[in-house]
């Protein structure tokens, strides 16, 4: 058994080109829909993709709508791709504001204090839960190729959680935050196999990650 996943970071939203926190609701922006209609034709020269899974968020929805609109493939929406969720008090505050830099240093220093949580934020261990959700998700979809639309701290988490099949530890996903980039409509290439085990006998399941953040459909 083989699966090809094309993970999609949103195209630019009006939060991103803002610079400020402004919660789940915030759309693409003018920029971003000209990204998202530029990889929406890379996305519909891959032939083998049959169905677009996309978080629940509108700037990761209507990314997946305009790639539909080129694909006319169907769209299943799941939260199990949204973004990982960051304190409600941020919401409204520029991401340089000085206060909410403290609280994103306290998370970021906090993910390797076990149980540790600033807030209402997803924590270290809500993210281990829902990266392997996520992951079993995909393992079990009846499909063998999908498009999933999603966002770039999120992206980071499954990456992680692919490399270290689930376990991974603070450290992990700190050092995933300061070296992996995930950009708009950067399209990142996972492939799932079951292949025999000459020790076991047994099938096992095993993630490859092929390619990160290719963006070569846009201008440079």
Not at 38 to 64: C, D, Y
Not at 65 to 77: D, M, N, R, S, V
């Amino acid at each position: 058994m083989e699966k090809h996943i094309y993970f999609v970071r949103h195209a630019e939203s009006e939060a991103n080109a803002s610079g400020q926190d402004l919660g789940d609701t915030p759309g693409l922006s003018a920029l971003g829909h000209a990204q998202a209609t530029t990889l929406a034709r890379r996305i519909a020269k891959i032939n083998s993709i049959k169905t677009i899974v996309s978080s629940t968020l509108p700037r990761s929805l209507e990314t997946a709508e305009i790639i539909a609109g080129f694909t006319k493939l169907p769209i299943e929406k799941s939260s199990l791709f949204d973004q990982r969720k960051r304190p409600s008090l941020l919401v409204g505050k520029s991401h340089l504001d000085p206060e909410a830099m403290n609280v994103m240093k306290e998370i970021f220093d906090g993910y390797v204090i076990p149980g540790h949580r600033h807030s209402d934020e997803e924590n270290l261990t809500d993210l281990k839960h829902r990266t392997g959700d996520a992951i079993r998700f995909l393992e079990n979809h009846p499909d063998d190729a999908l498009c999933v639309v999603t966002h770039g701290m999120f992206l980071r988490a499954l990456f992680v959680s692919v490399l270290s099949g689930g376990e991974f530890k603070g450290t992990d996903l700190q050092r995933a935050i300061e070296h992996l980039e995930p950009e708009s409509t950067g399209v990142s290439y996972f492939r799932f196999e079951s292949i025999p085990n000459p020790i076991s006998g047994r099938n096992s399941p095993l993630w490859k990650i092929i390619s990160w953040n290719d963006r070569s459909h846009l201008p440079a």
